[in-house]
């Protein structure tokens, strides 16, 4: 049997030394003591994020808390308000003008985010088999429209769609005079010419995104396609289009929320006129929560926007995660 003599070192770094405190006998060195991370133990951590969270609650949360309770009310914002459980939500059903106003802003999905993003990648994919001098000054003319004001845009767009503005002095300069109309007074075209502001404001969001996800997609992916004889087509859909998955979901999700949210613009050319050829969800909600007060059917149109939009946000992103898999 071996005996350790006193003084001795154990193995764990110790001392055995029986004339030592007993609270520094086996104490590991310094060096081998495990630090808790930062934001140990939970409920610390917890507490960086409280004045976020509760800036996020008063501001976000709370009005929306409050907009669902007025959504089961009738109340016209002076008297107290009626408990009606569905009713507005039965209304909206029911109510044609309501319909048409989503309706509206289905077909202005088409133009502020499907066509966008189409154009956008056949640009990407043009100038991935090309180089263009002057790209700097180019995309930022095309990124203009994204930094001016949509009351701005509404404006300007309002002046070119004149009887005799701008749009149709240009069909009478290149022969297609027959083609002019009162753009925003004809109730069949003023939503497609609405919309196609729409995809002059969204273009340059989508190219600047596609642009930059381009130049990050190796070109011995490109090289390697043309090695092996795939035409533009086919090295689109292989290398292209699935090197920009990511920027297309976040152009997919900035352009059909903004499509879905538009009000300023319809505000400022047609206030949804004529008739209401040209009106959506939220100009509905603005007339009647400070038009006819109509305070709980405006919140439940609200609440039915916001349910929609995450939707769309929740498939857009499960798209875009099914196709990473």
């Known amino acids: 049997m071996s005996v350790v003599s006193i003084g001795s070192k154990s193995p764990a770094g110790g001392s055995l030394d029986p004339s030592e405190p007993p609270g520094t006998r086996f104490a590991p060195p310094a060096r081998e003591r495990i630090e808790a991370p930062p934001g140990e133990p939970r409920r610390i951590g917890y507490l960086y994020i409280l004045p976020a969270f509760a800036f996020f609650g008063v501001f976000v949360l709370f009005p929306m808390g409050h907009s669902l309770w007025l959504s089961f009310t009738n109340w016209d914002g002076l008297t107290p308000a009626k408990w009606i459980g569905l009713g507005n939500y039965r209304g909206l059903v ?39 001098r002057g790209m700097t000054f180019f995309r930022t003319v095309l990124f203009l429209p994204q930094v001016i004001a949509m009351v701005v845009v509404g404006v300007i767009w309002r002046w070119m769609y004149t009887p005799l503005g701008s749009v149709n002095a ?140 995450f939707i769309v946000v929740f498939l857009v992103t499960r798209l875009g995660e099914r196709r990473s898999t």
């Open 170 to 309: 240009l069909l009478r300069a290149v022969g297609l005079g027959s083609l002019q109309k009162v753009w925003l007074g004809d109730f069949r075209w003023t939503l497609p010419a609405l919309g196609l502001v729409g995809t002059w404001v969204a273009f340059g969001l989508t190219m600047v995104l596609f642009l930059a996800g381009v130049q990050k997609i190796p070109t011995s992916l490109y090289d390697a396609a043309r090695v092996d004889g795939a035409g533009p087509v086919r090295e689109f859909f292989a290398v292209t289009l699935p090197g920009l998955r990511n920027e297309v979901v976040v152009a997919l999700t900035l352009t059909i929320l903004a499509a879905l949210r538009s009000f300023d613009l319809i505000w400022v050319t047609t206030k949804g006129g004529p008739g209401n050829s040209s009106s959506v969800p939220a100009l509905i909600l603005y007339e009647r929560a400070f038009v006819t007060n109509q305070v709980g059917s405006a919140a439940a149109i609200g609440m039915s926007l916001t349910l929609v939009c």
């Open 94 to 132: 029911s109510d044609p003008e309501v319909r048409a106003a989503f309706g509206h802003a289905l077909v202005l999905v088409v133009f502020y985010s499907f066509i966008p993003v189409t154009i956008g990648l056949l640009l990407a994919a043009s100038l991935s088999r090309m180089r263009v």
